[in-house]
């Protein structure tokens, strides 16, 4: 069998005279009764990638039965993906601040846990006090403490409504967490199972009108939000993602950086890593993987984790998937870090007698009524910088837009700017309402995790997505016995067993 994928291989490489020896495609050693090791490709080292590694390893713990060989492969230098952080000033002297995804919440189960098992301290995320929504052209500013213009803006209804809605949704999100829920090769079957299609196929603005909330509410305070967190507006965004928006209770960041949980997975996997290695391509042999990556090494696997954005992760496949990656388009992101000692200019938001916000929301309001276009999604305050710097208290900013911002914007809004950091992400999903979704597993022996992300796209839920990946092949590969949660020996510290942990 191996003679036989070889073979192949060496005809569909002649053109590379690079490789001598494929790893992976080991000689039968007849003096070892062991079984081979099942290989396995994991594609990615972000929240899907790292976590995938370690439900592998743990699941090899737990069973004599399983035996791997995990390699994972990342384009990148670092482990972390879209969670990552840079240092204000470029320095070590001062706490990192996160680049991508920031937080997750008391409902993130697998986060929770892993911070406390690896023994990572959580801290309330960064961000000060003093809130504004900003709908171009009309501005309307109160602290988030000030519940009493909330109620008086908004009505009471409109907001304990939309939090019911929240704690309603997160409910059924949280079955994803019961043993007793079934994986699943396709995630329209999971979101039915949970009872979210009914979100999930309608806008976020439609369905809290549906369920009586004032429209002023959805346009100004959700979508605030929605943009905030997915840079879509209420009347594009399914109304799941929505709500997800919504949902803030416990959040939480990792002191120092949340990549720690995702390079914790890694380390603890002991799989072995590749990083600056990019996949270039994809090629199902007879019974195995053909992975051709950026460091002019071939490597055959049994089976392959996909763990990147199918359409953004430049993967080619000679030939076509058995259920094709339907294309999935990202918000392009801009995010742009800065430290200043001042506090943004009142001018800037028109404001004559109110003392300037340190967290501003925008809304397309403005637009709708024929304004430009919100210059910014969201700015926050992040905090004080840990240390003065030049003898100064500074503050960190974290901008989100879609366009790049200027040099010359920043001084107009926020006077001296001493440091800063752009970047852009690919960060999301766009996220229209839908009913289908890209499949889990698009080939034989290939797992696609990112499946997820047009449901919801969090950390979390791709670590959710990852450990259903896994289960489905381990069951595929092994006795279905060793993903069985009857059988589970570890728990978490409130006793529960969970999925990816404990079975
Ligand atoms: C600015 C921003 C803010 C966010 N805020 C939050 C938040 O507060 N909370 C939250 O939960 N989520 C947030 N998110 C979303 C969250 O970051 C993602 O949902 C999640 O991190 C995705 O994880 P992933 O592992 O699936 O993908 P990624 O983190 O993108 O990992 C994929 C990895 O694959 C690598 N890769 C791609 N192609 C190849 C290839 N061909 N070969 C090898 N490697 C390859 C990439 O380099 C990358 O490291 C935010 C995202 C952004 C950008
Ligand atoms: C597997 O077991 C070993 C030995 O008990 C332990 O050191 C390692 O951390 C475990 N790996 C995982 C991923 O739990
Ligand atoms: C898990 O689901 C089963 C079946 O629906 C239910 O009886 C049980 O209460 C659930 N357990 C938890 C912890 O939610
Ligand atoms: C599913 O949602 C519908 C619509 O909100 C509701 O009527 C129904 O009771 C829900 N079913 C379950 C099992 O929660
Ligand atoms: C992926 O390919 C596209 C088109 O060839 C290119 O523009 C883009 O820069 C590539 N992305 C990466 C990360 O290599
Ligand atoms: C402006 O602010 C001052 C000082 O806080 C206050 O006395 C005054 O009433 C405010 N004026 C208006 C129009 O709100």
């Not at 001598?20 to 929240?47: E, F, M, N, W, Y």
């Not at 329209?188 to 369905?207: P, W």
């Not at 600056?276 to 002019?296: A, D, H, P, Y």
Request: aromatic share 10%.
């Amino acid at each position: 069998m191996i003679g036989g994928s070889l073979t192949s291989v060496l005809v569909l490489l002649t053109s590379c005279h690079l490789f001598t020896v494929l790893p992976g495609a080991h000689a039968a050693d007849a003096s070892s009764k062991q079984r081979k090791p099942h290989r396995v490709a994991i594609i990615g080292a972000g929240a899907a990638g790292s976590s995938a590694a370690y439900w592998l390893a743990r699941a090899s713990n737990r069973s004599k039965e399983v035996e791997l060989e995990i390699e994972v492969f990342e384009r990148e230098g670092y482990i972390g993906g879209r969670s990552t952080v840079v240092f204000p000033h470029n320095s070590k002297a001062f706490q990192p601040v996160e680049l991508g995804a920031s937080i997750f919440v008391t409902a993130n189960k697998n986060l929770i846990r892993a911070a406390q098992e690896f023994g990572l301290t959580l801290t309330a995320p960064g961000g000060e006090l003093g809130g504004l929504e900003f709908g171009m052209g009309r501005v309307f500013g109160f602290s988030q403490a000030d519940d009493a213009r909330l109620v008086a803006r908004y009505g009471l209804d409109s907001i304990t409504r939309t939090q019911d809605l929240t704690q309603d949704m997160l409910n059924h999100y949280l079955e994803l967490y019961n043993t007793t829920t079934p994986d699943w090769k396709d995630v329209a079957r999971i979101s039915a199972f949970l009872n979210l299609t009914r979100l999930t196929s309608q806008t976020t603005e439609a369905y809290l009108r549906s369920q009586g909330v004032g429209e002023k509410y959805i346009v100004e305070m959700v979508e605030g939000d929605t943009r905030a967190n997915y840079a879509q507006n209420t009347d594009k965004i399914h109304a799941l993602e929505g709500l997800v928006s919504e949902a803030v209770t416990g959040a939480s960041s990792v002191a120092g950086g949340n990549f720690q949980i995702f390079h914790q997975f890694v380390q603890r996997s002991g799989a072995r890593v590749h990083l600056n290695t990019e996949v270039k391509s994809l090629t199902k042999l007879s019974k195995q993987w053909l992975l051709t990556t950026s460091n002019g090494t071939p490597y055959l696997f049994d089976s392959v984790i996909l763990a990147a954005p199918f359409h953004l992760s430049n993967i080619t496949t000679p030939h076509a998937f058995h259920t094709p990656i339907p294309p999935q388009p990202y918000i392009h992101l801009h995010v742009t870090l800065l430290t200043t000692s001042s506090t943004p200019k009142s001018s800037y938001f028109h404001l004559k007698n109110t003392s300037a916000p340190v967290t501003v929301l925008t809304t397309s309001e403005g637009v709708t009524h024929g304004g430009p276009n919100p210059e910014f999604n969201s700015l926050t305050y992040q905090g004080p910088l840990s240390a003065p710097f030049r003898g100064r208290e500074e503050h960190v900013v974290k901008l989100f837009s879609e366009q790049e911002v200027g040099d010359e914007w920043l001084r107009s809004v926020f006077g001296e700017v001493t440091w800063v950091y752009r970047k852009q992400w690919d960060s999301y999903p766009i996220l229209p309402p839908t009913t289908s979704f890209p499949p889990v597993v698009p080939d034989e022996n290939l797992y696609y995790v990112n499946s997820f992300e047009p449901f919801i796209s969090t950390m979390e839920t791709e670590t959710v997505s990852s450990s259903n990946a896994v289960r489905l092949l381990l069951a595929n590969v092994f006795d279905q016995r060793v993903i069985s949660c009857e059988v589970a020996t570890t728990r978490s510290t409130d006793g529960e067993i969970m999925k990816g942990w404990d079975c």
